[in-house]
């Protein structure tokens, strides 16, 4: 194989195939990125063994192949060469992989052929969706802080995506102890769904975010897999759907709906400004903040013997029951941190039963969370101090 190839017109790619190869040693057709040629073009693949990648490139074939070498050592020298052509060529014996820019000379080993996974291709006779792909990573940065990253939970360690009402989609994430939910409109993709829906693993859903352009992406799924394609068809990203058991969460939100009280506004900001100092006085005993909640105000506090005291007074406005409620501070920095809008919206259903928190102008998007268990705040008397 030999072409030559400009830096620019591939070096993305390039860099989109190597994400996906192992940082633990693995084996070693994992760890190679392949070159197989066409026409006037030149196509770049890799795979873990699960997730697929495929790109396909403008090129000047001077001889055609399909090669494959180390990938991430490519990809970091191919990043670190100018702008401009570069030639890559394998020798007679198909042992050394050559890569030339004007004087600068680079040689790689060559995989084994005979390690060359067949790629599954994008299945060009079923129905596809075409869906923006910044909207589609949105969906993703809104839910994968809320699953579950331990392999035992099985369900709890994907992302739910199902036919929603009318012509919406549901996108569901749940920990245990939270749950994400954002519903966004497309009928071509509600359309494609089956009836049940469909889960991928968050494992997955890291590399397929590294993945996503901002641009439109057709989207195609199969019974045991789900494909990924770029409208001009140059680049496409496959995956495995999971077959584990995903929580009744219609069930669940059904359940606490109902229980849900007043609603709590308040200014997101100043809650996160307040929570992060709070969050500096938190140990790995007391990571909680406990909060009083009037009609005008919330005061919150933090108390460690270790680390101190903190206390903090953000306005509100609250006609609800509910007095006093405790959050882990990480917790529920981290659901603030994912709500648009200025003013964020907490509806509690009790002290230890799931509170509902969203933006006041998102109604697409909401996370229920578990409060902590409120216990007695003991303190050292000046007799046990002695």
Same mark, same amino acid.
């Given at each position: 194989?030999k072409?030559?190839?400009?830096k620019e017109?591939?070096?993305?790619?390039?860099?989109?195939?190597?994400?996906?190869?192992?940082?633990?040693?693995?084996?070693?057709?994992?760890?190679?990125?392949?070159? *197989? !040629? #066409?026409?006037?073009s030149?196509?770049?693949?890799? %795979?873990?063994?699960?997730?697929?990648?495929?790109? /396909?490139? =403008?090129?000047?074939?001077?001889?055609?192949?399909?090669?494959?070498?180390?990938?991430?050592?490519?990809s970091d020298?191919?990043?670190?060469? *100018? !702008? #401009?052509?570069?030639?890559?060529?394998?020798?007679? %014996?198909?042992?050394?992989l050559?890569?030339?820019? /004007?004087? =600068?000379?680079?040689?790689?080993?060559?995989?084994?052929?005979?390690?060359?996974?067949e790629?599954?291709?994008?299945?060009?006779?079923?129905?596809?969706a075409?869906?923006?792909?910044g909207?589609f990573?949105?969906?993703?940065?809104?839910?994968?802080f809320?699953i579950?990253?331990?392999?035992?939970m099985?369900?709890?360690?994907?992302l739910?995506?199902?036919?929603?009402?009318?012509?919406?989609?549901?996108?569901?994430?749940?920990?245990?102890h939270?749950?994400?939910?954002?519903?966004?409109?497309?009928?071509?993709?509600?359309?494609?769904?089956?009836?049940k829906g469909?889960?991928?693993?968050k494992?997955?859903?890291?590399?397929?975010?590294?993945?996503?352009?901002?641009?439109?992406?057709?989207?195609?799924?199969t019974?045991?897999?789900?494909?990924?394609?770029?409208?001009?068809?140059?680049?496409?990203f496959?995956?495995p759907?999971?077959?584990?058991?995903?929580?009744?969460?219609?069930?669940?939100?059904?359940?606490?709906?109902?229980?849900?009280?007043?609603?709590l506004l308040?200014s997101?900001?100043?809650?996160?400004d307040?929570?992060?100092?709070i969050?500096?006085?938190?140990?790995?005993?007391?990571?909680?903040?406990?909060?009083?909640?009037?009609q005008e105000?919330?005061?919150?506090t933090?108390?460690?013997?270790?680390?101190?005291?903190?206390?903090?007074v953000?306005?509100?406005?609250?006609q609800?029951?509910?007095?006093?409620?405790?959050?882990?501070?990480?917790?529920?920095l981290?659901i603030?941190?994912?709500?648009?809008?200025e003013?964020?919206i907490?509806?509690?259903?009790?002290p230890v039963e799931?509170?509902?928190?969203?933006?006041?102008?998102?109604?697409?998007?909401?996370?229920?969370?578990?409060?902590?268990?409120?216990?007695?705040?003991?303190?050292?008397?000046?007799?046990?101090?002695?």
């Amino acid at each position: 194989m030999k072409i030559i190839i400009y830096k620019e017109d591939f070096v993305d790619g390039i860099t989109k195939a190597s994400n996906l190869i192992p940082h633990k040693t693995g084996a070693a057709y994992l760890r190679t990125i392949w070159f *197989k !040629t #066409g026409m006037e073009s030149v196509k770049i693949m890799s %795979t873990d063994s699960n997730v697929e990648f495929t790109g /396909e490139y =403008r090129a000047d074939v001077m001889e055609e192949g399909l090669i494959g070498t180390p990938g991430r050592k490519l990809s970091d020298l191919i990043r670190k060469l *100018k !702008t #401009g052509p570069i030639t890559i060529y394998s020798d007679e %014996t198909k042992e050394v992989l050559y890569v030339k820019q /004007e004087k =600068r000379h680079f040689k790689l080993p060559l995989s084994e052929s005979s390690w060359f996974p067949e790629m599954d291709e994008f299945p060009e006779e079923d129905v596809r969706a075409v869906v923006s792909g910044g909207n589609f990573r949105e969906v993703l940065e809104k839910n994968l802080f809320c699953i579950s990253d331990d392999d035992t939970m099985q369900g709890m360690t994907c992302l739910k995506i199902a036919p929603g009402p009318e012509e919406y989609v549901e996108a569901c994430a749940f920990n245990g102890h939270q749950l994400s939910l954002y519903t966004f409109h497309n009928n071509d993709l509600r359309g494609i769904l089956p009836e049940k829906g469909i889960m991928i693993a968050k494992k997955y859903l890291l590399d397929l975010r590294k993945w996503m352009p901002e641009t439109d992406i057709e989207i195609s799924i199969t019974d045991s897999k789900i494909f990924f394609r770029t409208t001009d068809k140059k680049e496409c990203f496959s995956l495995p759907l999971s077959m584990h058991q995903f929580p009744n969460y219609r069930d669940f939100i059904r359940n606490y709906s109902e229980k849900l009280g007043e609603p709590l506004l308040a200014s997101k900001n100043e809650l996160i400004d307040s929570l992060e100092r709070i969050l500096i006085f938190n140990t790995d005993s007391q990571m909680s903040t406990h909060m009083k909640l009037g009609q005008e105000e919330i005061y919150m506090t933090s108390t460690a013997v270790e680390s101190g005291e903190a206390e903090e007074v953000v306005g509100c406005s609250y006609q609800g029951d509910l007095r006093e409620i405790v959050f882990n501070t990480k917790s529920i920095l981290e659901i603030l941190a994912h709500i648009d809008g200025e003013n964020v919206i907490m509806r509690f259903s009790g002290p230890v039963e799931p509170c509902k928190v969203h933006g006041d102008t998102d109604d697409d998007y909401y996370v229920m969370t578990m409060p902590v268990q409120i216990e007695e705040e003991t303190y050292y008397t000046e007799e046990e101090m002695e």
